[in-house]
């Protein structure tokens, strides 16, 4: 059973980076097929498609995050991070890890597995 | 304010079947068949019931069960049961641009 957990400081200062890990147990991260996604849910509202990244490093973000998130694997240790710069109140929210399955590299899939969440507030 | 419109809440009595709303687009959920719908308790994962507009998971109940007209997909829940109370979220496929759109959320109460 594929299990993904999200870990990293559940307070970040306004104007700091934010950085979370997600650890996958339960398979590799290098398997193709799979793409591996940050969501993210504000306090009381839906949730928010951050990016992906593929075991290659292949990343793509949300168009309205792109200058502020970086995306990045390390399958040595069946891990991928998020960090997101400048933060401000805006990005308080529980952040959730996912695995996106997919057909073939081309075609879109369907989030099949996720984190818990981790809550991050922004706040000085 | 999330790309799609779910309901807020719904509610219904054990036995009694339920449908959650899920209105986008024509830019996504109107354009591709790509839309999933997941069940999350208090505290937990989010959990995959549906995939595909219409498609089971392996280990989820045929009492849920999905479909699509244009631009509004919905999620059915026949025969709820006090385990069904939870959030459902909608997600569909939007386009290279900006891939995945959420829906708000909706609180399921079985009463």
């Known amino acids: 059973q594929v299990q993904l957990q999200e870990s990293g400081p559940g307070l970040v200062k306004p104007s700091q980076t934010l950085s979370l890990t997600c650890t996958v147990s339960g398979g590799s991260i290098s398997s193709g097929g799979y793409y591996w996604s940050w969501i993210r849910q504000h306090p009381g509202k839906g949730l928010e498609w951050i990016g992906y990244i593929y075991y290659s490093g292949s990343t793509y973000y949300n168009p309205s995050l792109k200058s502020r998130v970086t995306i990045s694997v390390d399958t040595s240790k069946n891990q991928f991070s998020l960090k997101l710069s400048s933060v401000t109140a805006a990005d308080t929210a529980v952040y959730y890890c996912?695995?996106?399955?997919?057909?073939?590299?081309?075609?879109?899939?369907?989030?099949?597995?996720w984190g818990q969440g981790t809550l991050v507030t922004v706040s000085s | 304010q999330s790309a799609l419109t779910q309901p807020a809440s719904v509610s219904g009595s054990p036995g009694q079947s339920i449908t959650i709303s899920c209105t986008g687009t024509?830019?996504?959920?109107?354009?591709?068949?790509?839309v999933s719908w997941y069940q999350q308790h208090p505290g937990k994962a989010p959990k995959l019931m549906i995939y595909?507009?219409?498609k089971r998971p392996s280990g989820v109940s045929n009492r849920f069960s999905g479909s699509k007209s244009g631009n509004t997909a919905s999620l059915t829940i026949s025969g709820l049961q006090a385990e069904d109370e939870a959030d459902y979220y909608c997600c569909s496929y939007a386009g290279s641009s900006t891939p995945w759109v959420f829906g708000g959320g909706t609180k399921l109460t079985v009463l």
């Open positions: 024509s830019s996504d959920v109107g354009s591709y068949n790509l």
């Open positions: 996912a695995r996106e399955t997919r057909p073939d590299t081309a075609t879109p899939g369907v989030f099949d597995y």
């Open positions: 595909e507009v219409s």
